[in-house]
């Protein structure tokens, strides 16, 4: 059983993790540094995440809050000469990978006491987060950005959050909640270090899927880094355990109308200069400024991993290949699968490349209707 504890990345101090913290005093963000083995728990098909519960930090059962999340499939694709697997996280209970964080964060909420969350969000974390916010009985308050999809906010709506509809960019939308935050429990994917610890089982499952050993390379979708830092969160207990050989290389991949981590990677420096994000297809990634950027940038350097942009014409290309081969995914999914087709083709053969379908393409029937108008 691991045992876990608050540590800054900035000050380095220790905290308990029973504390109602989401950062730390001195203003750094917090990670969780876990003690002990992960182990590869026995449990029944559709146990989901919760199989893993040894290596996961909630302290007494009656506090998960769970809607079946985790246990996606795994399946083969080709795609232009290129043979590789995807991950169908779509077709978690709210339609994207973040219930796993959800999951995992609102189960520490519960069992802190808390009786109210606020979080913000371009639209999957915010529908995540509702949903079992609802399950568990705590009141959500949810800051939106003005111009979300309007699916995604009547999907917040159904679950009963509040929604404050935040008018201008993402980061605005962000910066409000974090000073609403100085007020309430920010239920963060990027602060929250608990919602990483949901989005780490992705890895897990990985293994077990290829029969016990990780792929060679993992190629991402790269916004706040809530899936690409869960999944190298993940491999690096794994590694650590002793259940893989090595670390799979990260390819983080980015739209090149919003790519602030390749050109903090280009600059080596953060934040990067003159890096003015514009409106793309991808928006669920559309961070201009992500809080745990040089965390992210340090996990694709360690792993021996790479940043890649895409365009928006590959991200419409991916996405109408993803649709003849039966996947219907929002925007921001094909742009791990548009990275995909910008590797070698003879990488394939030596190599096992994995990457995610991140969210359903219901949450975005408007954008995907235009698309396929352009056909």
């Given at each position: 059983m ?24 001195c ?8 003690a002990g ?7 029944p098909?559709?146990?989901g995440?919760?199989?893993?519960r040894?290596?996961?930090p ?11 999340e ?7 694709l ?7 697997w ?11 990978f ?14 802190l ?14 529908c ?8 568990a009985?705590i ?10 999809s309007?699916?995604?906010l ?5 679950y ?9 960019t993402?980061q605005q ?17 990027s602060?929250n ?17 290829l ?11 790269a ?32 739209s ?9 990677r280009?600059?080596?420096r ?29 996990a ?17 290309a991916?996405?109408r290949?993803?649709g ?38 219901l ?13």
């Open positions: 691991m045992k876990f504890m608050f540590v800054c990345r900035q000050c380095r101090t220790e905290h308990s993790c029973r504390e109602q913290l989401w950062r730390c005093p203003g750094g963000l917090l990670d969780l540094l876990a083995a992960a182990e590869s728990a026995e449990a098909a559709g146990a995440l919760w199989k893993y040894a290596c996961l909630i302290d007494r059962d009656e506090n998960i809050v769970s809607l079946g985790g246990n996606t499939p795994l399946v083969p080709e795609q232009n000469g290129r043979s590789f995807v991950k169908l996280e779509q077709c978690s209970p709210t339609g994207s973040k219930d796993r964080g959800a999951s995992v964060l609102i189960s520490k909420a519960k069992e006491g808390l009786r109210k969350v606020i979080e913000d969000s371009s639209g999957n974390a915010g995540a987060m509702a949903a079992y916010a609802a399950r009985g009141e959500c308050h949810v800051y939106v950005p003005a111009a979300t309007p699916a995604k009547v999907q917040m709506r159904s009963g959050a509040h929604l404050v509809l935040v008018p201008g993402r939308t962000a910066d409000a909640a974090l000073a609403a935050a100085e007020k309430e429990y920010y239920a963060s994917h602060w270090p608990f919602f990483f610890q949901g989005t780490k089982t992705i890895a897990y499952e990985i293994r077990e899927q029969g016990n050993r990780a792929p060679e390379r993992l190629v991402l979708p916004g706040n880094g809530t899936l690409l830092l869960g999944v190298y969160i993940g491999f690096q207990e794994l590694l650590k355990a002793g259940q893989i050989r090595r670390m799979p290389r990260l390819m983080a991949v980015q090149e109308r919003c790519c602030p981590l390749r050109a903090a280009e600059q080596d953060w934040p990067p200069q003159d890096c003015s994000p514009q409106p793309t297809l991808a928006e669920g990634i559309a961070v201009a400024s992500p809080v745990r950027g040089p965390q992210i940038l340090e694709v350097r360690e792993s021996g991993g790479e940043i890649l942009t895409v365009t928006e014409e590959e991200i419409r991916a996405l290949l993803l003849r081969s039966g996947y219907y995914v929002e925007p921001t999914a094909a742009v791990a699968v548009a990275g995909i087709l910008r590797l070698e083709t003879s990488l394939f053969a030596r190599e096992t490349v994995v990457s995610v379908l991140s969210g359903h393409g949450k975005a029937g408007t954008a995907i209707a235009a698309i396929l108008e352009q056909d």
